[in-house]
């Protein structure tokens, strides 16, 4: 079992920046991929960024390409998302995930584990 909790999330105004972050005990955490998605009052959750388990691959959704960045530390069992230039558009609530399969590829079927959400709002 993995347990994971997001903090970070607030209010910000549009062009400003916040950093996420999922904190993650239990089993081998860094066996598993992880990834963020976000989830939209009235839409769909979507897949956000996602990193491979040794941090050496990463995916972005094409809406947030060049201003999010997701990492990962391992010694501390922690992923990050570093967002910039944010925009209304991303106010959404943002969960941290881990994908058994290790890669952190979008598509939701891979993921085990799940946070229970960090509200972002973005203001213009």
């Known amino acids: 079992q993995v347990q994971l909790v997001e903090s970070g999330g607030g209010l910000v105004q549009a062009g400003g920046s916040l950093r996420l972050s999922c904190a993650a005990s239990?089993?081998?955490?860094?066996?598993?991929?992880s990834g963020w998605f976000r989830q939209a009052p009235g839409k769909e959750r979507e897949f956000v960024a996602g990193i491979s388990w040794n941090g050496a691959s990463t995916h972005y959704a094409d809406s947030v390409k060049g201003r999010f960045t997701i990492s990962r530390d391992n010694v501390k069992n922690t992923v990050y998302l570093q967002m910039n230039n944010l925009v209304p558009e991303d106010t959404a609530v943002y969960y941290c995930?881990?994908?058994?399969w290790g890669q952190g590829r979008p598509g939701q079927e891979s993921y085990v584990y799940w946070g229970q959400g960090t509200q972002v709002t973005v203001s213009s």
């Open positions: 995930a881990a994908d058994k």
């Open positions: 239990g089993r081998t955490f860094s066996a598993y991929g």
